[in-house]
Every structure is written in structure tokens, then in C-alpha cells.
């Protein structure tokens, strides 16, 4: 059975950084892309960040692009989100997802989600 959880989540002033860890189970890491996507209630769920199965190529949205990394450890079978210089708009509960494909965009291609964890930004 696959698994995701999401831990690092938390209220931090603006500016701050988090770190948020994806610990996945029942599968193998290194055989599928990752992502990072994000949600305010009432809205869509929105694309964060991207990588490849090795983790060298990376994707980021226009609105965290030099603010965001994503790393992942396929030795731990954990993906990371580093969040730096977070503005108050970067509010919302962040999820991450595996695809069986190559590194995506598109939330439809992501097959397993975590449970989610909030990220809350004060002005």
C-alpha cells in the first residue's frame, strides 16, 4: 500500500522558511517523478514544484522560482520542499504526489497524495 506523509508544516512570520518532508512507503522513490502542489480552501489546487525520478531536473511555479527547492533522498525514500523568503500568499496546505511518468506540471498525472500540511504565513 502506498503512502505519503507530509511533516514540516507550521506558522512562521514573513520571510521565514520551512522545510517540508515527504516520507513515501510501499514503493520505490527513484521510479517515480514528484511534485509539490498547494491549496487555499475555496481554491483550485495549484502546481508548487516538480522533479525527476533521479532528481536532477526540477520544475518550479513562476510564483516561488528562487524562493523554493525541491530535493528528494531516494536512498530514504523522502522528497523535500525548502521554503525560503515566504510571503503571506504562500499561505495554504501543501501537498505532495508521486507520477509513474516523467516530471509534470499537471496535477492529473499524479496518482498518490499525501494527507497534506499547513502552511500558515503571517504578515
Known amino acids: 500500500q502506498v503512502q505519503l506523509v507530509e511533516s514540516g508544516g507550521g506558522l512562521v512570520q514573513a520571510g521565514g522558511s520551512l522545510r517540508l518532508s515527504c516520507a513515501a512507503s510501499?514503493?520505490?522513490?527513484?521510479?517515480?517523478?514528484m511534485g509539490w502542489f498547494r491549496q487555499v480552501l475555496g481554491k483550485e489546487r495549484e502546481f508548487v514544484a516538480a522533479?525527476?525520478?533521479?532528481?536532477?531536473?526540477?520544475s518550479y511555479a513562476d510564483s516561488v522560482k528562487g524562493r523554493f527547492t525541491i530535493s528528494r533522498d531516494n536512498a530514504k525514500n523522502t522528497v523535500y520542499l525548502q521554503m525560503s523568503s515566504l510571503k503571506p500568499e504562500d499561505t495554504a496546505v501543501y501537498y505532495c504526489a508521486v507520477s509513474p511518468g516523467p516530471m509534470t506540471q499537471r496535477a492529473s498525472y499524479y496518482d498518490y497524495w499525501g494527507q497534506g500540511t499547513q502552511v500558515t504565513v503571517s504578515s
Open positions: 510501499g514503493l520505490t522513490l527513484s521510479s517515480y517523478g
Open positions: 522533479n525527476s525520478r533521479s532528481g536532477v531536473r526540477t
